[in-house]
């Protein structure tokens, strides 16, 4: 059973960082891309950034170029989201998800794309 753990959030300055994890077990993340997503209270849930299996292809949302970076281990069946310059508009709940769309391989924009998803990691980003 495909499984996703979300770990590292946590509170922060304005201007500080964290590094989000998610593990994955129960299948090959090799073949997968994986995405994060935040939702924030009374917003949609946006991707944030995405890392394709194999070509390291990126994608970002506007509002995290150049703060965030999204990383991965194959070896340690693991995701980052590296946070830099956090702002308190960054404050929300962060999902990773594997996309259960054919190819699970590629970044895929709509969260409907995407059927495994962690239990989700708070970040508060607040002075």
């Known amino acids: 059973q495909l499984q996703l753990v979300e770990s590292g959030g946590g509170l922060v300055q304005p201007g500080g960082s964290l590094r989000l994890s998610c593990a994955a077990s129960g299948f090959t993340l090799d073949y997968y891309a994986i995405g994060w997503f935040r939702q924030a209270p009374g917003k949609e849930r946006e991707e944030v950034s995405c890392?394709?299996?194999?070509?390291?292809?990126?994608y970002y949302i506007d509002s995290a170029k150049g703060r965030f970076t999204i990383s991965r281990d194959n070896a340690k069946k693991t995701v980052y989201l590296q946070m830099n310059s956090l702002k308190p508009e960054d404050t929300a709940v962060y999902y990773c998800a594997a996309p259960h769309r054919d190819p699970n391989s590629g970044c895929y924009r709509d969260a409907g794309d995407f059927g495994s998803w962690g239990q989700g990691t708070q970040v508060i980003v607040s002075s």
């Open positions: 890392i394709d299996s194999s070509h390291g292809i990126t």
